[in-house]
């Protein structure tokens, strides 16, 4: 003997199951709200990226221009007439660049003016856009 199957009973559980998923409508909105919020996110993230590699470039040109700046203070205290400081272009680390300028102000006072950049196109030469840090110092001769 067979039992019939009850019709009301294949319909409620395939209507349950109809009405525990997604329609197309509810899946396409959520899409469109996950990417409208992406894209502000994104940009954040791309702007925070940019001034972290501007940030990066202003500090490694004052710590090498600093360095720079203290060994030619070093080599003037022995030797302050022993010729000009002067400089142009001089690689200091890897992309970095330095010009270095010496103006004697008087017999007993020369300003020293150091400028250093990121080499951006690669072409070896510290032009006034690449310019990240200039520092700038008197040195008096001592004796």
Known sequence: MRRKLKTENRRQKTDGIERRGFTLTEVIMASVLLIVAMVPILKA?????????????????????QS???????????????????????????????????????????KITISVGYDLNGNNRLTNDEIEVTLATYFARRW
């Open 45 to 65: 993230l791309t702007t925070g990226h940019v001034t972290h590699v501007i940030i990066q470039h202003r500090s490694q040109s004052l710590m090498l221009a």
């Open 68 to 110: 720079k700046l203290d060994e030619i203070r070093a080599r003037s205290i022995y030797n302050y007439t022993g010729g000009s400081f002067r400089q142009r272009h001089l690689s200091l680390d890897g992309q970095y660049l330095c010009n270095i300028d010496d103006v004697y102000e008087s017999s007993n006072l020369r």
